[in-house]
T-cell receptor, first 112, second 115 residues
């Protein structure tokens, strides 16, 4: 069983479209991270959330702690947004301490 | 401000050997965490260090170990290498805030190939 589930796995969008990537998790968490990885590139942190909503430029991240769900939105998508987006949580599994759990990633392609 | 530095960037080993990877965090960051990334399993958490102490550990066998030095630099070691250990090993540094990890800043990784 995966502690973190992301959807969709793959996403193709036209430039300018509004994009939503979803993340559900099954453990109690202290924080949720959204990460971006370009092909052959390193990983960049986009957001760290423990509640509510955050916005950076065209990116918005929300989290609902009660429903154990987070969404990453990209407004006015651009080809440079093409990357893999990974949801990660720092969880509190019972009896084993905190550890990070990762989703399998959403591969986004934005077509000009 | 220099980012997270990982060395070596690439290395090739044979089964049964051991390997040591190094991670220098961003200046002022005292937390370092390590991850394994493979095409089949994705990203997996190895361990996390703060103030020279292992704070959290993932579900990897004892062949995987690490340590952190007083200057916050960290090393991880894999002994008795297996073919399945071939992967990109990433470290991330962060501030430690309210007894927990802050935003993660990743290095470019060390790509290990085991033959």
């Amino acid at each position: 069983k995966n502690e973190v589930e992301q959807s969709p796995q793959n996403l193709t969008a036209q430039e300018g479209e509004f994009i939503t990537i979803n993340c559900s998790y099954s453990v109690g968490i202290s924080a949720l991270h959204w990460l971006q990885q370009h092909p052959g590139g390193g990983i960049v942190s986009l957001f760290m959330l423990s509640s509510g909503k955050k916005k950076h430029g065209r990116l918005i991240a929300t989290i609902n702690i009660q429903e154990k769900h987070s969404s990453l939105h990209i407004t006015a998508s651009h080809p440079r947004d093409s990357a893999v987006y990974i949801c990660a949580v720092k969880g509190y599994p019972s009896g084993t301490g905190n550890q990070f759990y990762f989703g399998t990633g959403t591969s986004l392609t934005v077509i000009p | 401000k220099a980012g997270v530095t990982q060395t070596p960037r690439y290395l090739i080993k044979t089964r049964g050997q051991q390997v040591t990877l190094s991670c220098s965090p961003i200046s002022g960051h005292r937390s370092v965490s390590w991850y394994q990334q493979t095409p089949g399993q994705g990203l997996q958490f190895l361990f996390e260090y703060f103030s020279e102490t292992q704070r959290n550990k993932g579900n990897f066998p004892g062949r995987f170990s690490g340590r952190q030095f007083s200057n916050s630099r960290s090393e991880m070691n894999v002994s008795t290498l297996e073919l399945g250990d071939s992967a990109l090993y990433l470290c991330a540094s962060s501030l430690w805030f309210r007894d927990n990890t802050g935003e993660l800043f990743f290095g470019e990784g060390s790509r290990l190939t085991v033959l």
